[in-house]
Antibody
Framework: EVQLVESGGVLVQPGRSLRLSCEAS????????MHWVRQAPGKGLEWVSG????????RYADSVKGRFTISRDNAKKSLYLQMNSLRPEDTAFYYC??????????????WGQGTLVTVSS | EIMLTQSPATLSLSPGERATLSCGAS???????LAWYQQKPGQAPRLLIY???NRATGIPDRFSGSGSGTDFTLTISSLEPEDFAVYYC???????????FGGGTKVEIK
């Protein structure tokens, strides 16, 4: 059974940093690209970032480019999102999502349950 | 970036009725790289349809997807009580830009 478990979401002040983690199980992690998708409370879905199976290529939404960094550790079957210079508009549930290929084009066939990041003073 | 517009924003229907949800793209979506997800309150999204018309594993055949180019449709042939939820379309055909989602359609009980 595929499982994606996010962690690291907390209440943080604007301008601070935070690192999210996603631990994967139930599939061959290093065969697939992985992504982060966020959802502000009561709002729609927004793709944030994606990474190839080996970390060799990454892509970001314009809203986070230059502030967020996606990475992965295949030995640990884990995906990460380093979030710097956080803003109130980054407040959201952050979902880890599995791609269906080693990179693009891809939809998301499995999602974690999400971790809540709240940016507020 | 390809923008997706979903309509209507809310659909009020009764169990047993047919639901038709639309998703329009601002530019051509290559190879019909469009997916549909269902999301219930407090839950993660669940994949329903990929490549515009293919049902994901375990999805009942009352769900069907159609369309190509810039116009796509999700149809639920006969609503079951568990189908009342929010539905999102998602394009993944933009080779250079962002992956994008529509704003969602809420299917509520009339």
């Amino acid at each position: 059974e595929v499982q994606l478990v996010e962690s690291g979401g907390v209440l943080v002040q604007p301008g601070r940093s935070l690192r999210l983690s996603c631990e994967a199980s139930g599939f061959t992690f290093d065969n697939y690209g992985m992504h982060w998708v966020r959802q502000a409370p009561g709002k729609g879905l927004e793709w944030v970032s994606g990474i190839t199976w080996n970390g060799g290529n990454v892509r970001y939404a314009d809203s986070v480019k230059g502030r967020f960094t996606i990475s992965r550790d295949n030995a640990k079957k884990s995906l990460y999102l380093q979030m710097n210079s956080l803003r109130p508009e980054d407040t959201a549930f952050y979902y880890c999502a599995k791609g269906t290929l080693d990179w693009l084009p891809t939809y998301f066939d499995y999602w974690g349950q999400g971790t809540l990041v709240t940016v507020s003073s | 970036e390809i923008m997706l517009t979903q309509s209507p924003a809310t659909l009020s229907l009764s169990p047993g009725e047919r639901a038709t949800l639309s998703c329009g793209a601002s530019r051509y979506v290559s190879s019909s790289y469009l997916a549909w997800y269902q999301q219930k309150p407090g839950q993660a999204p669940r994949l329903l349809i990929y490549d515009a018309s293919n049902r994901a594993t375990g999805i009942p055949d009352r769900f069907s997807g159609s369309g190509s180019g810039t116009d796509f449709t999700l149809t639920i042939s006969s609503l079951e009580p568990e189908d009342f939820a929010v539905y999102y379309c998602h394009q993944y055909g933009d080779s250079q830009g962002a992956l994008t989602f529509g704003g969602g359609t809420k299917v509520e009980i009339k």
